[in-house]
């Protein structure tokens, strides 16, 4: 199954799609991750994609086509994989089409988490992010036991540095109307399902299989 989580900065697709991902036995694949990653091993690439990330906004279109589709072309995604944060804009996703198309492969579901953006800013402004699994926590709605290190691996919680409250106001605006716009794209081709993003963890989760037509 191939699955798209859209949803602007904080709707909580990583969380959810960790999860979702891990139900289903399939890749979870971030180009926010792999670029952060990128980063921390300092490649070429990394440092590029850093300058953009630090101010908000997007990484160009050609090296975050050709991130993805090298992280696609992997044996793992043979039987189907879960997007996170890619695609972000229309191009990126005629692209991603494309590549499928030439893979005889296609998206099943788009599943846009839809939350308030009032909302949004005290998500991203609380979270924290663990520094070895990568697993997201929240200062209030989603607390780790101990309050500076992972309840899972017990590596150190880190303050993601575009989640500083200008940068996050930044990003909010850059990706409005371009969510707006895939969303319309992914509505045109009749695979979009809108699921209720302010809910508890939980329940956004059970929505999401809902939608994909899987009871848990
Ligand atoms: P990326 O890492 O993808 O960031 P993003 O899209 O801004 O999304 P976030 O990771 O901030 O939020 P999320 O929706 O995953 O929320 P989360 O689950 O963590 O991208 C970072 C940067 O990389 C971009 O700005 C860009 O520069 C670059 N980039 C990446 N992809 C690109 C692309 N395709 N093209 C170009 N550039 C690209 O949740 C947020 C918080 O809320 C957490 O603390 C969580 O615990 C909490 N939370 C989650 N769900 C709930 C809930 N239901 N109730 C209460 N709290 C919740
Ligand atoms: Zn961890």
Same mark, same amino acid.
């Given at each position: 199954?191939?699955?798209?989580?859209?949803?602007?900065?904080? !709707?909580?697709?990583?969380?959810?799609?960790?999860?979702?991902?891990?139900?289903?036995?399939?890749?979870?694949? $971030?180009?926010?991750?792999?670029?952060?990653?990128?980063?921390?091993?300092?490649? =070429?690439?990394?440092?590029?994609?850093?300058?953009?990330?630090?101010?908000?906004?997007?990484?160009?279109?050609?090296?975050?086509?050709?991130?993805?589709?090298?992280?696609?072309?992997?044996?793992?995604? =043979?039987?189907?994989?879960?997007?996170?944060?890619?695609?972000?804009?229309?191009?990126?996703?005629?692209?991603?089409?494309?590549?499928?198309?030439?893979?005889?492969?296609?998206?099943?579901?788009?599943?846009?988490?839809?939350?308030?953006?009032?909302?949004?800013? =005290?998500?991203?402004?609380?979270?924290?992010?663990?520094?070895?699994?990568?697993? $997201?926590?929240? +200062?209030?709605?989603?607390?780790?036991?101990?309050?500076?290190?992972?309840?899972?691996?017990?590596?150190?919680?880190?303050?993601?540095?575009?989640?500083?409250? $200008?940068?996050?106001?930044?990003?909010?605006?850059?990706?409005?109307?371009?969510?707006?716009?895939?969303?319309?794209?992914?509505?045109? !081709?009749?695979?979009?399902? +809108?699921?209720?993003?302010?809910?508890?963890?939980?329940?956004? $989760?059970?929505?999401?299989? =809902?939608?994909?037509?899987?009871?848990?």
């Amino acid at each position: 199954m191939i699955i798209l989580l859209l949803g602007l900065p904080g !709707a909580g697709k990583g969380t959810q799609a960790k999860r979702i991902a891990d139900y289903l036995r399939i890749p979870h694949i $971030s180009t926010g991750d792999l670029f952060r990653k990128a980063a921390q091993e300092r490649t =070429e690439l990394g440092l590029q994609a850093r300058e953009y990330m630090e101010k908000g906004e997007l990484v160009p279109d050609g090296v975050t086509i050709g991130l993805a589709v090298k992280r696609l072309a992997r044996a793992d995604c =043979e039987k189907g994989f879960l997007l996170d944060g890619f695609p972000r804009n229309v191009i990126q996703a005629e692209a991603l089409d494309q590549y499928l198309a030439s893979r005889f492969m296609r998206i099943d579901r788009v599943i846009d988490v839809a939350v308030d953006e009032t909302l949004l800013l =005290e998500r991203l402004t609380g979270r924290r992010v663990c520094s070895g699994c990568g697993v $997201s926590y929240h +200062t209030i709605h989603q607390p780790p036991k101990n309050a500076d290190c992972c309840d899972l691996c017990e590596a150190r919680l880190i303050h993601r540095e575009d989640d500083q409250e $200008s940068t996050v106001l930044e990003r909010l605006r850059i990706n409005k109307d371009l969510t707006d716009s895939l969303a319309g794209y992914y509505k045109a !081709a009749e695979i979009l399902r +809108t699921v209720d993003g302010s809910q508890e963890i939980g329940a956004v $989760s059970n929505e999401i299989l =809902e939608c994909l037509d899987i009871r848990s």
